[in-house]
């Protein structure tokens, strides 16, 4: 079958084994992929497919294979020029980096992502990825612990993702809005915010497809009960974590379990 709508299968296939936490299987099948779209001269879908494999080695908590990817998929970005492409690639790097708490590099990543972004004339995809590159930002400046500009980037990217529809990235920017009113004790607003991404799950049809997400947004509604006292609520989706956790590939769990890192939480799920 090898076919460009294969090709298009097969990335469907490698996105979904990502976001289900097989992050080596996904790389498999991302680079069948990008080896068909090569073939029919789809140079920006095989470009795309080379991020993805990048990404998959950050998941999978490779930092040499992931910096590797990352670098080949920028050249091959260039080839295609794609431009947007680059600054997503940009993005993903400075996710990395957060995830190795390098938040300086991490910082210019994204600002160089934003830049680039912002440099590109005003369209649905283009306000997407802006929108999504500010929500990073935000996330990286909770994180930072400067708390108002945090908030700042993290409602203006919902706002322009908001305007595009995309559901994901929606789904994304409300995740880190959630832990931002965790550090700033704003519990009622952090339980809220969780609650609408865990319904962007439910509305769009990801729940098998979003095993990582849900592990996560199940953590941050417990986080909520926990503090606004549902204690029976909490042990409900603490529980449902820990399930989502279970059902990751080992490194994807160590990437996950590194957020969900709350002592009340541990003692409800297990998770300790």
Do not use: W
Not at 12 to 33: C, F, H, R, S, V
Not at 105 to 113: D, G, P, R, V
Not at 146 to 174: N, S, V, W
């Amino acid at each position: 079958m090898n076919t460009l709508d294969y090709a298009n299968q097969l990335a469907d296939k490698a996105g979904t084994e990502m976001n289900q936490g097989k992050p080596l299987q996904a790389i498999k099948t991302y680079q069948e992929a990008k080896e068909l779209f090569i073939k029919f001269n789809d140079l920006k879908k095989a470009a795309g497919m080379q991020q993805m494999i990048g990404v998959c080695h950050n998941i999978n908590n490779d930092l040499d294979a992931a910096t590797q990817a990352f670098k080949l998929a920028i050249n091959d970005y260039q080839k295609a020029g794609d431009p947007m492409g680059s600054a997503r690639v940009a993005r993903d790097i400075g996710l990395m980096f957060i995830n190795r708490d390098k938040l300086k590099e991490a910082e210019q990543s994204l600002k160089q992502s934003q830049q680039e972004l912002t440099a590109l004339p005003s369209g649905e995809m283009r306000d997407a990825e802006l929108g999504v590159t500010l929500a990073k930002l935000g996330y990286l400046y909770t994180l930072l612990k400067q708390l108002d500009k945090a908030e700042k980037y993290l409602t203006d990217g919902l706002a322009l993702i908001r305007k595009t529809g995309h559901a994901f990235y929606e789904l994304t920017a409300l995740m880190h809005l959630s832990a931002l009113y965790f550090k700033t004790e704003n519990y009622d607003r952090m339980l809220t915010k969780a609650q609408a991404a865990l319904g962007i799950i439910y509305e769009f049809d990801m729940y098998d497809k979003q095993t990582r997400r849900l592990a996560e947004i199940y953590a941050l509604v417990a986080e909520g009960y926990i503090r606004n006292g549902g204690k029976d609520f909490a042990q409900h989706f603490a529980q449902k974590s820990l399930d989502m956790l279970k059902q990751l590939e080992p490194q994807a769990q160590k990437l996950v379990r590194k957020y969900i890192e709350s002592e009340d939480l541990q003692a409800f799920s297990g998770l300790s």
